[in-house]
């Protein structure tokens, strides 16, 4: 084993592992607050479901990074490579860590909204888009750092 192919390592479990955790945090505070909403207004659960939802994809973020980077690690990767992966891991993880759980802020604070009477679905979509958005971006970073390591 080299100290490239360690590094990657790493770097892939935290691109999966962060961004994971922060899909389950998102996905479960949302999902609390849709809970709340359903016994206010049971008519809203799809919009409910929806809106907890959306936490859920910097998980997938995670994962496709994963892929990506997973047919670019073996044994004899450089140092270099190996980092470039570490790397990509830390971005990808940390900020859909954190992104997901603002998102899932947002998320239910709109669903808190939309338990109470009010008509803010779209309007809460465009606020949840704001910390997606980041988590896209760090995705097409470490796609753009997959790159360079090859």
Same mark, same amino acid.
């Given at each position: ?5 360690v590094?990657?390592g790493?770097g892939l ?5 962060l961004a ?5 945090f998102?996905t !479960?505070?949302?999902?609390? +607050?849709a $809970?709340?909403?359903?016994k206010k207004?049971?008519e #809203?659960? &799809?919009s409910?479901?929806v ?7 910097q998980?997938?973020?995670g ?11 073996n044994l004899?990767?450089?140092v270099?490579a190996?980092s470039l992966c570490?790397?990509s891991g830390?971005a990808v993880g940390?900020?859909?860590?954190? !992104?997901?759980?603002?998102? +899932?802020? $947002?998320?239910a604070?709109g669903i808190n909204?939309i #338990?109470? &009477?009010h008509?803010?679905f779209g ?7 704001f ?9 097409v970073a470490?796609i753009?750092m ?5």
């Open positions: 084993m080299t100290l490239g192919f590094l990657a790493i479990a935290l691109m999966v592992g994971g955790c922060g899909s389950a998102g !479960s505070s949302a999902g609390s +607050a $809970v709340g909403a359903l207004k049971p #809203g659960f &799809g409910y479901m809106l907890a939802a959306l936490p859920a994809t998980g997938l973020y994962f496709v990074s994963y892929i990506i980077w997973s047919g670019s690690v004899e990767m450089s270099l190996g570490l790397a830390i940390l900020v859909g860590l954190v !992104s997901a759980m603002y998102q +899932a802020k $947002v998320c604070s909204a #338990g109470s &009477g008509n803010v309007n809460t979509m465009i606020f949840a888009a910390p997606e958005f980041y988590a896209i971006l760090a995705l470490s753009l997959n790159g360079v390591a090859a």
